[in-house]
């Protein structure tokens, strides 16, 4: 079935995992093995339903969760031979789930790029945090990948865990960098009030949250200073190794995303699909979209996001692209105090600007 449509980038979602993290409130299923199949069935059903979206070729093609790589072997073989062919094809991984029978079925699959979470190599961090992998599962799971011949992987690191101290940050960024992957995502943590992970660690978090500037700037210059280029807030690359899906958000391009939970925007709409499994099965049995809330974008709304996003990255936003969203006034103040750039070339936050982050583009918003 050929694309009719322009939509480039594609997310399928895939919520299945061993267990559930204490701090992560992604839309995820634990166990279900049962359901994977009839899940993989809906997911090309609803793929089919959207398909005229899609460009006959796509540039990107994300596999995200849950723990994509807990779906059964057979049936993520199935999904990914399925799908439409892309210049890049991601598959998020977690270590304990990556054998060398794993990554020969990605390679062979078509995969190109493998994000693996990590998270933390300190063993202490990593029973904080709930995880079931253990350090060594981490490097196991790398030179896996490495074997199979995957030449573009990244690493996901959280800074800021209960118990974690700036010593714990500088080994975990030494780790990362001895494995040598092209690219590494760090991520301040974030627990959600009401959480039983805020329930436990709360008073800790608190304490954590007083640290985190230092962290990040720990982050960046660790990374910059290894050869990284610091492309996103909480993204480093070797040359030419940007996650280009990523990039497709950042840079405010429409996505088509399935999967309960998926959220898609195309245009003017966006609509999320609901987390019901129960629910997401049974419309696509019946030849339906799953049940989904949408949203109308408004011409204010889509300059704001592009703003917003684009002020993430290295790489200036065109003022005359975003120029409506902009206040003028903020502008030139933020100028005088070396936060932001405003030139030909467009819009940029300066190095300190890039550290304050969302304070800054909070201020330039009309």
Same mark, same amino acid.
């Given at each position: 079935m050929s694309g009719l449509g322009g939509v480039r980038h594609l997310y399928v979602h895939l919520p299945f995992c061993a267990s559930r993290c204490g701090y992560c409130d992604f839309v995820t299923l634990v166990g279900k093995a049962g359901r994977h199949a009839a899940y993989v069935d809906a997911l090309l059903a609803e793929l089919g339903l959207e398909r005229d979206l899609l460009a006959a070729r796509l540039e990107t093609v994300y596999l995200g969760g849950g723990t994509p790589t807990f779906t059964e072997p057979e049936e993520l073989r199935r999904?990914?031979?399925?799908?439409?062919?892309?210049?890049?094809?991601?598959?998020?991984?977690?270590?304990?789930?990556?054998?060398?029978?794993?990554?020969?079925?990605?390679?062979e699959a078509g995969v190109t790029r493998v994000s693996l979470g990590a998270q933390s190599f300190q063993p202490h961090l990593l029973r904080a945090?709930?995880? #079931?992998?253990?350090?060594?599962?981490?490097?196991?799971? &790398?030179?896996?990948? #490495?074997?199979?011949? &995957?030449?573009?992987?990244?690493?996901?690191?959280?800074?800021?865990?209960?118990?974690q101290s700036s010593s714990d940050l500088d080994r975990d960024l030494e780790e990362a960098l001895a494995l040598g992957s092209e690219h590494l995502s760090c991520y301040e943590l974030e627990a959600k009030a009401g959480t039983r992970f805020m329930h436990a660690h709360g008073e800790e978090l608190a304490r954590q949250a007083e640290a985190m500037e230092g962290y990040f700037q720990r982050v960046v210059e660790t990374l910059v200073?290894?050869?990284?280029?610091?492309?996103?807030?909480?993204?480093?690359?070797?040359?030419?190794?940007?996650?280009?899906?990523?990039?497709?958000?950042?840079?405010?391009?429409?996505?088509?995303?399935?999967?309960?939970?998926?959220?898609?925007?195309?245009?003017?709409?966006r609509w999320r699909n609901e987390p019901s499994l129960g629910r997401y099965l049974a419309a696509l049995r019946a030849g339906e979209r799953p049940p989904r809330e949408n949203e109308s974008l408004g011409p204010a709304v889509k300059l704001q996001e592009r703003l917003m996003l684009g002020l993430r990255l290295d790489e200036p936003v065109s003022l005359a692209a975003v120029g409506g969203?902009?206040?003028?006034?903020?502008?030139?103040?933020?100028?005088?105090?070396?936060?932001?750039t405003a030139g030909a070339g467009g819009l940029l936050l300066t190095e300190r600007g890039r550290y304050l982050g969302d304070a800054v583009t909070a201020e330039l918003l009309v």
């Open positions: 999904l990914l031979a399925s799908l439409p062919p892309a210049e890049e094809v991601t598959v998020e991984a977690n270590p304990e789930t990556v054998t060398p029978a794993l990554a020969r079925l990605l390679r945090l709930e995880r #079931r992998a253990g350090p060594d599962d981490v490097r196991r799971a &790398f030179y896996h990948l #490495r074997d199979a011949s &995957f030449d573009n992987v990244s690493l996901d690191l959280i800074y800021g865990i209960p118990g200073g290894a050869g990284y280029r610091w492309y996103e807030t909480a993204n480093f690359c070797r040359a030419g190794r940007e996650a280009r899906h990523n990039l497709g958000y950042w840079l405010g391009h429409d996505y088509v995303a399935i999967g309960i939970g998926a959220v898609s925007t195309v245009g003017k709409r969203a902009v206040n003028r006034e903020a502008l030139a103040r933020l100028e005088r105090l070396g936060l932001v």
